[in-house]
């Protein structure tokens, strides 16, 4: 049986010093025990802690990933609002294009025609609201779509201004009706059966019997018949309160309800009603208020021998 404790002897040879130590056997099997096993812990917590930063890495990796196509699918949907307003933008610049002319015929119309078609102003506050709180990129992501958002909506408004404003243009009784020369302005000239002062409410262009007579603008025919001394008499609604009539027609040819745009034929000079001779009598009201129709035409430049 082995002893329980051993001595371990120390001389030296020059001084002839001799020292001795005693040990137990359990203790120095824990010492040699705790000498062996203390690298291998080491090895052990080192393997543990890669293992668990290892673990981190991979679950950092799938939070990035998941960040990325969140990411990504964030920047696919802002390219497509931004393609889309660039479409819009486009689409805007080429219906907001008008023709100067008309533009300024346009202008002339009375405000209670422009404040019907072009309604009251509209304002956006929504890009004002936006707060640039940029703490990170989700917050700058959400701040693009609400700006992109803001402006798609800004853009609606616009879209309808424009609409509003070319449906006023088209309703603009802007061209000549007929070809021929300007034979009687609108206001005071000498009636020419009685020879008495007269009032009268519109343009005559005399022209040829069967002379093609055109819509000045975009509207509905709301009276297509013979009217007293307006003769053969077509009546279009331009909307807004606007309406032309042309009278003294030979014959129709367009009728009650029927649509009609800008430049369409409706009906053919001629003398019928209270007339001297072949010639188109036209008028542009408002509201059944009398308008001067020259002050719209794009052209004036009509031969002409009235006052």
């Known amino acids: 049986m082995l002893s329980n404790r051993y001595t371990i002897v120390i001389a030296d040879r020059r001084t002839g010093v001799v020292r001795r130590f005693t040990i137990g056997l359990r203790p120095l099997l824990s010492v040699v025990g705790t000498v062996l096993t203390l690298p291998i812990l080491i090895g052990l917590g080192a393997a543990w802690k890669a293992k668990a930063e290892v673990a981190d890495l991979y679950a950092t990796q799938a939070a990035l990933e998941l960040e990325n196509s969140s990411f990504r699918g964030a920047t696919e949907a802002l390219t497509g609002q931004i393609t889309a307003l660039q479409a819009a933008v486009s689409d805007l610049g080429g219906r907001a294009a008008l023709d100067p002319a008309l533009q300024s015929a346009m202008d002339k119309l009375p405000a209670i025609v422009k404040n019907r078609a072009m309604g009251g102003a509209s304002s956006d506050s929504t ?18 779509r609400d700006l992109l958002q803001g402006i798609e909506s800004r853009l609606r408004l616009v879209r309808s201004d424009v609409d509003r404003r070319n449906a006023l243009a088209a309703a603009t009784p802007s061209i000549w009706p007929a070809h ?18 007269d009032y009268h409410p519109g343009l005559d262009i005399s022209a040829d019997r069967g002379t093609p007579v055109y819509a000045t603008a975009d509207g509905t025919v709301t009276q297509a018949s013979f009217s007293g001394a307006y003769g053969n008499l077509v009546v279009i609604d331009h909307q807004f309160g606007l309406e ?9 040819r367009t009728q009650r309800g029927q649509t009609v745009k800008k430049g369409d034929l409706i009906g053919l000079v001629g003398a019928t009603g209270r007339a001297t001779g072949p010639h188109l009598h036209y008028e542009v009201r408002v509201n059944g208020r009398i308008l001067n129709p020259l002050q719209f035409l794009l052209n004036s430049r009509r031969s002409s021998n009235a006052n």
Do not use: I
């Open 127 to 144: 890009l004002a609201a936006l707060t640039p709180a940029l703490s990170s990129p989700e917050d700058t992501f959400g701040l693009l």
């Open 244 to 252: 032309s009539r042309y009278g003294h027609l030979s014959a129709f």
């Open 180 to 197: 021929g020369w300007l034979s009687s302005r609108t206001g005071g000239r000498t009636d020419p059966f009685t020879g008495e002062a």
